[in-house]
């Protein structure tokens, strides 16, 4: 088939073609927006979920409906050193300049503006530098009132011109603690007050505990969404009905398609590797069983080398010797101990564990116990890397 015309997108957080298997998520993304634009409270969102659940193609689909209902869509992606107010009041300010366009009321603006002061930055539309203070000089450097005053602002600025305002948060377990408490403060302050300003968060697993570590309140402020695999009918919806809808309408018999999903084991980004694999071998219209069989092995090397082997490469040669020791216990979560072992226990072993959660390469499902935070990787690991050498 024409590689131009391939319809899979498995692009790291690329939408996929459809979302199949993600309806209750959706409704609850209108849902939140719907009842906001109406004057209602709503909990905000936050999804969680292993690498390649779609949290991130949600997003997308969240800032697209968004958009539908005239609300402003400001996204951000966590990461460590990340100056979280100085990024936020970024974002507040390109919503000021929207707001503006809109015909704000001045009143309103005028408020905003004020407290935008003294945090330098750069208007990127205009290259003006600015500069941003979120609190009267008595609280500066108070970050959880600064962000609870600019989201009350927003909210009250975007109430007054009809609109809302809708931010997108990713990656939210590498915020710094104090970010997520100043998060939760503002979001709590928002909830009171029935303001038309939302968030939409996604992260690794571990994201729902550091909430609840931040602010005790958090368990009952978010409307927590676990993504886990596709069941068996989504899987069979994502791949095979992009294809079949594209250009050239290609068809996939029956045993290729549980050849493909059984490899998938339900996870939505490998069915966007191995659906991209398969429409670029296959030579007709149709994927049979031998097609199925080429695809699954161009995925699997894509997979090795994009995804897995630059996750093995940028850890230590201790923390590869953790990894080896966790693979072979097996695909899901593990013993802590007993991985340990194979850096001689508990406590010799637990930097190099702490070092793995910290670059986002394993996390601790529960107390005692760690996984892989992409599906798949233990696999890798005893097929290409648990008996290589170590050099300490």
Known sequence: ?????????????????????????????????????????????????????GKTALLWAAEGSAEERGWIAQSLEARAGLGFRAVVAERAWAVLRRLEHKGAVREALARLTEMI??????????????????APPDRAGDLEADL??????????????????????????????????????????????????????????????????????AERLF????????????????????????????????PAVDLLLEACGGYPYFVQVYGHAAWNVAKTSQVGVEEAKEALSLGRRELDGDLYAGRWNRASDRGRRYMAAMA?????????????EALGGHRAASPTREQLIEEGLIYSPERGQVA????GFADFVRRTRATEPSTA
């Open 223 to 254: 409307a927590y969404r676990e993504l886990g695999p596709l069941s068996a009918s989504a899987a069979t919806a994502a791949l095979v009905e992009p294809a079949r809808a594209s250009d050239g309408g290609l068809e996939f018999d029956g």
């Open 328 to 340: 072979l216990l097996g695909d899901g979560p593990v013993g802590s101990g007993v991985a340990a």
């Open 148 to 217: 609870v005053d600019l989201f009350r602002a927003l909210g009250e600025a975007a109430a007054a011109t009809g609109t809302g305002v809708l931010f997108l948060l990713d990656e939210l377990q590498e915020a710094d603690p104090r970010a997520l408490e100043a998060l939760c403060a503002a979001m709590h302050d928002l909830s009171k007050r029935e303001l038309p300003v939302a968030a939409l968060i996604a992260g690794l697993p571990p994201l729902r505990g550091q909430l609840l570590a931040a602010k005790t309140y």
């Open 372 to 375: 892989f935070t992409v599906p």
């Open 1 to 53: 088939m024409d590689p131009l015309l391939n319809p899979y997108r498995p692009g790291a957080g690329a939408p996929p073609p459809i979302l199949a298997g993600r309806e209750d998520e959706l409704e609850a993304i209108e849902t939140l927006l719907g009842r906001l634009s109406h004057g209602r409270g709503e909990r905000s969102v936050v999804l969680t979920g292993l690498r390649g659940v």
């Open 117 to 134: 002061r003294r945090v330098g930055m750069r208007d990127p539309a205009t290259g003006v530098e600015l500069s941003v203070d979120l």
